[in-house]
């Protein structure tokens, strides 16, 4: 038995977006390394056989069956495909205008409804030298090669039945895109969700009061009647709501805040490919959802009755992802656990059928750490803290330890399979995963993004960090190391600078100096200074707030790794905490890692850039974490 090493995440296969037929096929999109970058695919899965389905495009998402089942929709670099199940053809369903692209199709009983977007670039003024910040879709920012313009769309939702309509036409994208049945409207989301008519193009607002989770497909009761939607709430998680849209009068449509069954909410965090979290049931008004109580993704029946969302937890062994519609053998799921990532399988009365048995094989020959949950109360008392705790074997020897912060901080630690923490375990490392507040999947309160941010997430990670070395005798209360990557990078510089409780950070793709964020990232120019007196209040209360006004006091071995086009997060953030960092102690270890071609989402960017980042950390870690003689 072996464990886990960086290399082993171009073996990786993953799965997203899920799609089922009545005659019990599902469709999928699988992911996996091609040529040093991530490819997609659609997976036809029917009677335990799977085949996959191509037009010849590197990017094939977004999977929909037609309502008999018969043909399977999906996008392909932009193109409309359609792959006709008895005949096995698949073909482009229709050419589009020059230079407009796809990004969203759902069928109707003749032709489709789809969404669709042209780029149009800006150039700057003549003679202009700096460089516009340039925002790409799905949180990937990169830099293009031509420089300095910024990169904009226009966006149309049309309707095709032999000839191409146009319905509405938007600078801003339609998202959220759901037919009712008889196909007389459409359902979709812009900040809000509004209501259109198909015949005619009227369109009405609907529950105009929630913000909708435009990235999440609302599903539509057979009647029509409703939708039930995720909406986000008040903080920054995803909960249910109904959506009337029969044009009656109904009681105010409202977040189920204590809905039946639950006792504090189950809450969703949205991604940009998770369109299938909601699903129906063969019963009428029950759904299958997929979502977090606790930081655990799960797998609930909700059943609306008598007006209330009623939620139930379905018994499955595992970490469920998403859930498409429940078929005559099941639920469809993507369900994974600590050892291996979700891929596809049946669930029906908790028994468990993988679509895919041979999927991921090669994890059987790893061996990989289970996750053990950590709790403690808070310093203020206002909250109980939740986190993880993985070791790297049966507790009976001495290991050091890695404090690893979450991204964010919109997100959480869940206990499924992630490939970077197997492979710290797999190196001897315990490693402690926080979900501090501030963090999704415990309900509003807990994820205040306020308290990320204050000092307050820093104490909560101490805490559960003094929960763990009481708990467990086998942490080296010497030998800890905190690292992270986005917030959790600013949350490593952070404590570097706030305490003497580590031996070592490793700093990745991180905010360093609040500044940057508003003059130069993606965000630039966002008003975040109403708040203050005047304009220098906010310049000196914002670089107060910054890790790199911390630097004199930083006294442990800093490892900083950025990519050189993130726009998200510049890298000027890296250069100026790297120098500050070497101006205060010329003698201390640091070291600054750029890789010239990655993003902020090093993880889709180049395969050997992501190894070489792995590497890196780990070395840097085992240098001055796990190595004795290197206590500073």
């Not at 008895?86 to 229709?94: D, L, S, V």
């Not at 489709?112 to 879709?137: H, N, Q, S, Y």
């Not at 468990?352 to 094989?361: E, I, K, Q």
Request: glycine content about 8%; hydrophobic content about 40%.
């Amino acid at each position: 038995m072996r464990g886990f090493a960086p290399e082993d995440y171009g073996r990786l296969t993953r799965f997203s977006s899920l799609a089922s037929s009545p005659d019990g096929a599902v469709a999928c999109v699988q992911y996996f390394w091609e040529n040093d970058c991530w490819r997609r695919r659609v997976t036809l899965i029917f009677r335990g056989e799977a085949r996959e389905i191509t037009l010849g495009g590197s990017r094939e998402i977004g999977p929909v069956f037609s309502r008999t089942g018969c043909l399977l929709w999906f996008l392909s670099d932009g193109r409309i495909a359609l792959h006709d199940r008895q005949t096995g053809e698949t073909r482009e369903a229709f050419p589009l205008p020059q230079g407009v692209e796809a990004v969203d199709v759902l069928p109707l009983a003749a032709g489709c409804l789809f969404v669709c977007r042209k780029e149009i670039r800006e150039t700057p003024p003549a003679g202009c030298d700096w460089e516009m910040p340039l925002v790409a879709e799905s949180l990937r920012y990169r830099s293009d090669a031509d420089h300095g313009f910024t990169k904009t769309y226009h966006y149309q939702l049309c309707r095709f039945d032999g000839e191409i309509r146009v319905l509405k036409e938007s600078e801003q994208p339609f998202s959220a895109l759901a037919v009712l049945p008889d196909e007389s409207a459409a359902l979709f989301a812009q900040g809000s969700f509004r209501w259109l008519r198909l015949s005619d193009g009227e369109e009405r607002a609907v529950s105009p009061a929630l913000q909708a989770a435009g990235d999440i497909r609302p599903c539509v009761s057979p009647d029509g009647r409703y939708a039930l939607a995720a909406v986000r709430t008040a903080g920054m998680e995803i909960a249910l709501a109904r959506l009337w849209l029969d044009g009656q009068e109904h009681p105010r449509d409202e977040i189920e805040n204590e809905p039946a069954g639950l006792t504090e909410g189950a809450y969703m965090d949205a991604s940009p490919e998770r369109k299938t979290l909601i699903a129906p049931a063969l019963r009428r008004d029950t759904w299958f959802v997929s979502a977090c109580r606790d930081h655990r993704p799960m797998l609930w029946r909700v059943t609306v009755t008598e007006g209330k969302l009623r939620y139930e937890a379905c018994d499955v062994p595992g970490v469920v992802t998403e859930a498409a519609a429940e078929t005559a053998g099941g639920v469809p799921v993507l369900l994974g656990d600590h050892s291996r990532p979700p891929a596809p399988a049946l669930v029906q009365d908790g028994a468990l059928a993988p679509l895919l048995p041979g999927v991921n094989a090669w994890y059987d020959r790893a061996e990989a750490a289970p996750y053990t949950l950590l709790s403690a109360p808070s310093q203020d008392g206002r909250a109980e803290l939740t986190g993880y705790m993985l070791f790297p074997g049966d507790q009976q020897e001495t290991y050091p330890l890695l404090v690893w912060v979450h991204g964010g901080p919109a997100g959480c630690w869940a206990p499924g399979f992630n490939l970077e923490i197997q492979c710290a375990v797999s190196r001897g490392y315990a490693v402690l995963l926080p979900n501090p507040r501030g963090s999704t999947g415990r309900g509003n309160a807990y994820a205040d993004p306020e308290h990320a941010f204050d000092g307050g997430a820093a104490n909560d990670i101490l805490t559960l960090l003094g929960a763990a070395l009481r708990r467990f005798p086998c942490l080296d209360s010497s030998r800890v190391g905190i690292l992270g990557g986005s917030y959790g990078g600013y949350m490593a510089a952070w404590m570097a600078g706030k305490t003497r409780r580590f031996r070592a950070a490793v700093v990745v793709k991180a905010v360093t100096n609040w500044l940057f964020i508003h003059f130069k990232s993606a965000q630039a120019g966002q008003p975040i200074f109403d708040d203050y007196r005047d304009f220098q209040d906010f310049l000196v209360d914002t670089v107060k707030q910054s890790p790199v006004y911390f630097a004199q006091d930083v006294a442990i071995p800093t490892l900083i790794i950025h990519g050189e086009k993130d726009q998200q997060v510049p890298a000027e953030n890296a250069h100026q905490y790297y120098t500050a960092l070497k101006d205060c102690h010329p003698d201390l270890p640091v070291k600054l890692m750029l890789l010239p071609d990655c993003c902020h989402g090093y993880s889709r960017d180049a395969l050997p850039d992501y190894i070489a980042i792995q590497r890196e950390a780990l070395s840097w870690l085992d240098r001055y974490v796990k190595e004795e003689g290197h206590a500073l």
